[in-house]
Nanobody
Framework: QVQLVESGGGLVQAGGSLRLSCAAS????????MGWFRQAPGKEREFVSA????????YYADSVKGRFTISRDNTKNTVYLQMNSLKPEDTAVYYC????????????????????WGQGTQVTVSS
């Protein structure tokens, strides 16, 4: 079992920044990949970013590449999503997810490959 708790969401103006955190507990955090997904009202959940178990590999959706940075601190069992140059279209509930089968550098943008999910944190970007 893995428990995930996100924090750091909020209201920010366009062009601003936020840093999301996701604290994990349960299974050994450094053994598996982590991902961030988001879901805007009336839209399907979409992939944002993923990071491998060691942090050595990262993967971004084209819509956030160059603006968002994913990182992890395995000593703190935490994954982060630094979001810069935010746009109104980034408004969504952001979820972190653990892919316990995604080991040895494997990453995925497919939600079904992640087996544990946090409760989500709201990010609202005003224009």
């Amino acid at each position: 079992q893995v428990q995930l708790v996100e924090s750091g969401g909020g209201l920010v103006q366009a062009g601003g920044s936020l840093r999301l955190s996701c604290a994990a507990s349960g299974r050994t955090f450094s053994n598996y990949a982590m991902g961030w997904f988001r879901q805007a009202p009336g839209k399907e959940r979409e992939f944002v970013s993923a990071i491998s178990w060691s942090g050595g590999s990262t993967y971004y959706a084209d819509s956030v590449k160059g603006r968002f940075t994913i990182s992890r601190d395995n000593t703190k069992n935490t994954v982060y999503l630094q979001m810069n140059s935010l746009k109104p279209e980034d408004t969504a509930v952001y979820y972190c997810a653990a892919g316990t089968s995604l080991r040895f550098g494997v990453l995925s943008r497919t939600g079904s490959r992640y087996d544990y999910w946090g409760q989500g944190t709201q990010v609202t970007v005003s224009s």
